[in-house]
């Protein structure tokens, strides 16, 4: 039903069933503006196809990760080795396979770690703001004034290679930006008119920090931890590749392509397809981020 | 202004002694001795006990501390174990070559970045929009050491256009720069569009319009200030970053700067040299962080404006206690 | 609505749609209507009934897409900014010659003066740059200009190099009112300018625009939901529902002989200190949706007076006195 019709009034009642109107929820309009968004699927299915390959490595590696084939070793792709082997004639393929686990799990420690610091950090000098909130950020200013990758190096380089020791150094250079990041989230949602007319009608501190703050606050979140998943396997990897990371042989990506790097020139495969896997992992993340912050805002329809 | 300044840079003390905590803390965590390191294994124990000593090894944290601060204050960065030689001569030997591969680099990357951004934000939705979002998400995601590899085959290895590794001449700094250039100008191309994208939907660029101002007229004398506004808040950061990315990038292409000084200590696991060379840059990042907020000011008239009123709060506070 | 010679502004059947991806939103649904010189026209009606999406489809400033214009011709000051084109299509005028009349023969004043300021320039400096676009005079002369146009609307010449932001509400209004005038436009659209200001200002604010209207004798367009403003400013007036002119006529035929179901309804809800009337008389319902307007009278869900005979088609707009045009079935 309409004053008139045009071409374009058909059409929209054609695709809609008849009606004129669509109308969505909030959380739905959300999720239609995400599924639309093709960039952000398309990460969404590289992330889940890698946790597939992390979960089942075992039974999707052709080879054990450890296992050296001095026979075999330099050679170049084929059929039996899919991405050819390295120096000590190791299977890249499986390595790269078993990879997954260490870039996936060890991303998602070092997000916890930083959100159980950092964030928190954050959210306290937000909500609570005055003396406490001064104190935390001059804190973070100090922080903030070496450049995170160069906080993460002498960290590992004080404390050593090793797993706690990466998370460590990963989640204290993340320190500075993830707290101001949480701060600045809560801040937004605590001055906010709805939080200020929930606290007018006597809601409770407790319920009002759960029920109203942390869920609007949870968009902005969700976005800034896909985020940092991204960025800290990129640390990782940057890690390792200095030498800082883990220690061999564990088939972390940056290490395999840190153990390549000296046979780049004649063997470019043992650079190549850890260097490709690094750089799909962090695009992926990094889609999925964009996709996700176009989806949850409504101004940028 | 001059008082802002003036506090600005009086602020930089005490982040200064913060950073100094956390590289002191740091060496105080370090498992190992550190006498391990300088003297050669076949060392006597009365030989080692004489350089902890002399090291001040055996002084309580605190004093540690203190001196540590003092020297550094007298330019004292202590000694290289590798080289025995001063550190922060050493470092400033290198500084060059890294403010040329970082400043040239982002120099390029704001310049491309902002052109970029502002043209994808015009033309949005157009090819040339998607490529650059395309190439920008790429860049992006692309670690500094996959990247400098990549562009090491490509331009060195196969095309012999320029050495791959080591000094040699000015050709060396290209790909380093080209390196820092391509992340910090992924990162202004994003920030760029999107924030004029925001622009060109306010008000006042309709009002712009209502006067019959012409479009070209309207993005250089309305919208570009106005976006740049959070363009140049992230410069700041940026140039941390790319300090950090040095260290990688000069790394790979074997650039004698100060990032390639640190990578080197690393693996010697020589600790005045790292935390010399942290506490340098972090100094460096520390200062151009006032300048970029002292621009910002200039940039942006609200802040100029609650920065004055600051200053002038201060003053009248000043003349009350005074008079009271 | 008879032409005559002095007529500047002149409106005729236009139709307006959004197209948006919850559906296409029937914003302007043939609107006619002509001002001549000196005149004041009020456009009167709730929020989402299209009067704003007039304003801008006569400023051309329209964003495409969503905006979508399915007919209508529009003629400002002798030039045809929309005219039928081939194929049933109306073509606009180009964008060239619609940049040199914007400022210079047809202004508008925007409904919230706290964005509408660039917040990175001297106010001085925005009043000049339309003294500057439209004038050929040097920039000296342009920021003399716009230092007098300052005076003009009330605000210390001295003030030219500050920004908006150390300006108020009420102020930053009348900045935006010196650069809608600084070029003594043959048409001036204000839309909503009071809205956002505070009651003393609105006042001093309406007389200002007033005296400065008739001084220029420019044709002006009030755009506002306050019926008071209108009283008080216009010489005619149109109440506009669902995009759709309901009634038009001069002040005395709305006020004191007003016909249309919801111009009695607007009527009934301004209190009124010399009737004793306990309660006032809202119009009842909401706003019809001009996302799913009926194919019959638009305002047919909320009319008091409905009957059957209205459900069967849309009603035109009747003249039934001279001067006094109605868009109901029941009024002949």
């Not at chain 2, 391509?182 to 925001?198: G, H």
Request: aromatic residues 8%; hydrophobic residues 45%; glycine residues 8%.
């Amino acid at each position: 039903m309409s004053k008139r019709s045009t071409p374009a009034i058909e059409k929209f009642k054609k695709k809609n069933g008849g009606k004129v109107i669509k109308v969505y929820s909030p959380g739905k309009d959300a999720w239609r503006r995400f599924t639309r968004n093709k960039t952000a699927i398309i990460g969404l299915c590289i992330i889940l196809a890698l946790v597939v390959v992390a979960i089942f490595a075992n039974a999707l590696a052709p080879f054990d990760y450890q296992h050296q084939d001095y026979a075999a070793a330099y050679s170049l792709p084929s059929a039996e080795h899919l991405f050819g082997t390295d120096n000590y004639g190791r299977d890249i393929l499986s390595r790269i396979i078993y990879g997954a686990r260490y870039s996936l799990l060890l991303g998602l420690i070092c997000v916890i770690c930083s959100f159980l610091t950092g964030g928190m950090l954050g959210i306290i000098a937000g909500y609570f703001g005055g003396m406490v909130d001064e104190v935390i950020m001059r804190i973070m200013d100090v922080f903030q004034a070496i450049p995170q990758i160069l906080m993460a190096i002498s960290i590992t380089a004080a404390l050593g290679n090793g797993v706690p020791q990466m998370v460590a150094a990963i989640s204290i250079s993340t320190l500075p930006t993830v707290s101001r990041n949480c701060r600045e989230a809560i801040l937004n949602v605590k001055n906010a008119d709805y939080v200020e007319s929930s606290r007018a009608i006597g809601v409770g501190q407790w319920k009002m920090i759960f029920k109203h703050m942390i869920p609007n606050a949870v968009g902005v979140m969700v976005i800034f931890v896909v985020g940092l998943m991204g960025f800290s396997i990129n640390m990782m990897a940057s890690l390792s590749y200095l030498g800082v990371g883990l220690n061999p042989p564990t088939p972390e990506w940056g290490l395999i392509l840190s153990e390549g790097k000296g046979f780049f020139t004649a063997y470019p495969h043992m650079v190549i397809f850890p260097a490709c896997m690094i750089l799909l992992t962090i695009l992926a993340f990094n889609m999925l981020g964009d996709g996700l912050r176009d989806a949850f805002d409504p101004r940028l329809k | 202004m001059i008082r802002f300044i003036v506090r600005r840079v009086l602020l930089m003390i005490p982040i200064m002694l913060g950073v100094m905590i956390i590289i002191f803390a740091l060496r105080a965590v370090t498992p190992g001795d550190p006498v391990d390191q300088i003297l050669p294994t076949t060392a006597t124990e009365e030989e080692r006990e004489a350089k902890r000593e002399e090291l001040g090894l055996n002084d309580p944290l605190p004093v540690q501390f203190v001196n540590y601060v003092g020297d550094v204050l007298r330019g004292d960065f202590g000694e290289s174990y590798t080289t025995h030689q001063n550190v922060l001569d050493e470092i400033l030997q290198r500084f060059p070559y890294t403010l040329i591969v970082c400043f040239g680099g982002v120099v390029i990357g704001v310049i491309l970045g902002v052109s970029l951004g502002v043209y994808s934000a015009l033309h949005q939705y157009s090819w040339v929009d998607s490529v650059t979002l395309v190439g920008s998400m790429f860049f992006a995601a692309c670690p500094g050491f996959v990247l400098a590899l990549v562009l090491i085959s490509i331009f060195s290895v196969q095309l012999h256009l320029v050495p791959a590794v080591g000094l040699q001449g000015w050709t060396s700094f290209i790909l380093p720069m080209i390196c820092i250039a391509l992340a910090s100008l992924s990162n202004y191309t994003r920030i760029t569009r999107s924030s004029f994208l925001e622009v060109i939907r306010q008000d006042y660029i309709r009002t712009a319009r209502a006067k019959g101002q012409t479009e070209n007229k309207i993005i250089t004398k309305h919208a570009l200030r106005n976006a740049f506004i959070p363009i140049a808040s992230n410069i700041g950061v940026q140039i941390g970053n790319q300090l950090g990315g040095a260290l990688i990038v000069e790394t790979v292409f074997g650039l004698p700067g100060i990032g390639k000084y640190i990578g080197d200590a690393i693996t010697a696991r020589n600790f005045p040299a790292i935390q010399g060379g942290v506490l340098f840059l972090a100094i460096v990042f520390t200062i151009i962080n006032i300048l970029v907020d002292i621009s910002f000011v200039y940039i942006n008239p609200r802040l100029r404006d609650s920065v004055l009123k600051n200053s002038r709060k201060i003053k009248i506070k000043q003349r009350m206690q005074k008079a009271a | 609505m008879n032409q005559e010679n002095n007529t500047v502004v002149s409106v005729k059947d236009l139709v307006v749609h959004y197209e948006t991806e919850e559906g296409i939103v029937e914003a302007v649904n043939g609107v006619s209507f002509d001002i001549k010189k000196g005149e004041v026209l009020g456009l009167v009606g709730e929020t989402g009934a299209g009067k704003t999406t007039i304003a801008l489809s006569m400023m051309n400033l329209l964003p495409f897409p969503p905006t979508n214009i399915i007919e209508g011709e529009i003629e400002i000051c002798g030039e045809k900014i929309l005219y039928p084109g081939k194929e049933g299509k109306p073509e606009m005028i180009s964008a060239k010659k619609m940049q040199k009349m914007r400022g210079n023969n047809i202004s508008m004043i925007f409904q919230d003066p706290m964005t509408a300021l660039n917040p990175t320039r001297y106010v001085g400096d925005q009043i000049a740059e339309v003294i500057q676009l439209h004038t050929k005079c040097s920039k000296k002369e342009a920021v003399e200009k716009a230092c007098e146009m300052m005076e003009v609307v009330g605000i210390l010449p001295e003030r030219y190099k500050e920004y908006p932001h150390q300006f108020s509400g009420g102020m930053k209004q009348r900045i935006i009112i010196a650069i809608a005038l600084a070029c003594e436009p043959d048409v001036l659209i204000a839309d909503e300018p009071t809205t956002a200001l505070d009651v003393t200002i609105q006042a001093q604010v309406l007389k200002m625009m007033k005296d400065l209207q008739q001084k220029k004798d420019m044709a002006m367009i009030m755009i506002t939901h306050d019926l008071g403003i209108v009283a008080e400013t216009c010489d005619k007036c149109a109440i506009v529902y669902a995009g759709e002119i309901v009634e038009y006529g001069t002040l005395e035929h709305i006020f004191d002989n007003p016909k249309h179901p919801y111009t009695l309804g607007l009527m009934g809800a301004i209190p009124s200190l010399d009737k004793d009337v306990r309660r006032l008389s809202p119009v009842s319902g909401l706003v019809a949706d001009p996302m799913d307007l009926p194919p019959y009278c638009s305002f047919y869900d909320r009319c008091d007076k409905r009957c059957d005979a209205c459900k069967q088609g849309d009603p035109k707009l009747v003249e039934i006195e001279p001067g006094h045009f109605v868009h109901c079935f029941q009024c002949k």
